[in-house]
């Protein structure tokens, strides 16, 4: 593909799409400003990532294509599964598999009569919810297998039976796989599952769709990002979503926009224009002048006399300023004089004040109790009244 073609025409036009106008039939990502997105993430990766070690596959981060759209998705859409010229998985890879009830004929169905390279798991849904109930056996069986697949009839009970850590922690939900009632060889399903990535319409405004490693190759990478690309301007046509931007991330790492939609034709809101007129308009409602104190010039003050003092252009600035001070206080001097208030004594707070009158108090009662207790000491040690009669009988 050449520099300046454009990414749309990667992928031929489906057969079933409407022969009408398109809203993303504008877009068109041109394939140098994808491959320079890949190659500055890589390279943000590799630096991050030098000092890991590289023999624990969490440390290999994965890319993302990530599609702003123009409003909401009107409702949810089902899950696609987007053919990859150069999937992240293969034989290396170990895939698990959540069947229905019971698990023993699926197990025989997938591992022995039609075994898939790759996929070396299968747990019935029954005894994934009866095995995995607390969050240390999900996070293990999240981190024990690459890719999770699921019967598309158990679809729906998965974020309950998986919860937060598969959907939110881990980033593995398991991708559905169409099987047939009559237990066909699910074997052409299940490796475009595992050789492709799943394009999930959400509830908002953003749709990340993987597309790669940033272990992989940058070729195989700018590869999988245009199919990626083009798959999901598709899918947008087919169900009248308009796109605003795409942007190319890797995991933990910001995202590099590779298109953006051009503003429409016309001239631009001016925001502060806008505002001002409502502010003034809100005003007008109200009764109030939509002009603001700064907004005021000097021409508009007027004297006791009633001219402007725009007006006096043959009073020089001394006598201005003196007639100003006959009339009254200027307004330097009020300023002079608010400035010239003391500030309030830290003595004279509430709360200062109240503290000083509980010292007061404890202090008294330190004191009182002192006096008392010399007191009784004092008495201990003078004779009594008794004791002084004693004496004198005993000298007479």
Not at 97 to 117: A, D, G
Not at 246 to 257: C, D, E, G, H, Y
Not at 345 to 357: I, S
Request: hydrophobic fraction near 35%.
């Amino acid at each position: 593909m050449a520099a300046g073609k454009a990414v749309a025409s990667a992928v031929p036009p489906m057969a079933d799409e409407d022969a009408g106008e398109k809203p993303n039939s504008d877009v068109k990502v041109k394939k140098a400003a994808l491959r320079k997105a890949v190659s500055a993430l890589r390279m943000v990766v590799s630096k991050k990532t030098s000092t890991s070690n590289p023999l624990f596959d969490d440390t290999v981060e994965t890319m993302t294509v990530q599609l702003t759209l123009a409003k909401h998705p009107e409702r949810r859409h089902r899950d696609v599964v987007i053919r990859l010229p150069h999937p992240m998985y293969g034989a290396k890879s170990e895939v698990c598999f959540i069947s229905r009830t019971p698990q023993k004929k699926y197990k025989e169905l997938l591992l022995q009569k039609h075994p898939v390279p790759g996929l070396t798991k299968v747990i019935g849904i029954e005894k994934l919810k009866k095995n995995y109930k607390a969050p240390a056996d999900k996070r293990a069986l999240a981190d024990a297998y690459d890719l999770f697949l699921c019967d598309r009839r158990v679809l729906e009970m998965m974020p309950k039976a998986l919860g937060v850590i598969f959907y939110k922690k881990k980033l593995k939900p398991p991708v559905p796989v169409a099987l047939k009632e009559g237990l066909e060889d699910p074997k052409a399903d299940i490796e475009k599952a595992i050789g492709g990535t799943t394009f999930r319409m959400p509830s908002g405004p953003c749709i990340g769709v993987r597309f790669g490693r940033v272990s992989m190759e940058e070729d195989e990478l700018v590869a999988n990002a245009a199919a990626v690309i083009a798959s999901s301007i598709k899918l947008l046509d087919r169900h009248g979503l308009m796109l605003q931007s795409i942007s190319v991330q890797a995991t933990n790492n910001p995202a590099l926009p590779v298109w953006r939609r051009q503003a429409p034709p016309g001239q631009r809101l001016n925001l502060k224009k806008y505002r001002s007129d409502a502010a003034s308009s809100a005003a007008s409602d109200t009764g109030a002048s939509g002009v603001s104190d700064s907004e005021i010039t000097g021409s508009d003050i007027t004297s006791d006399a009633g001219e402007t003092l725009s007006t006096r252009d043959t009073v020089s600035e001394v006598d201005t300023g003196s007639e100003l001070d006959t009339a009254g206080e200027t307004m330097s001097e009020l300023d002079d004089e608010e400035d010239d208030v003391a500030p309030a004594r830290k003595e004279d707070m509430p709360l200062v004040r109240g503290l000083k009158k509980k010292k007061r108090r404890r202090e008294g009662a330190e004191v009182a109790a002192a006096a008392a207790a010399a007191a009784a000491a004092a008495a201990e040690e003078e004779p009594g009244p008794k004791k002084k009669a004693a004496k004198k009988k005993k000298r007479g």
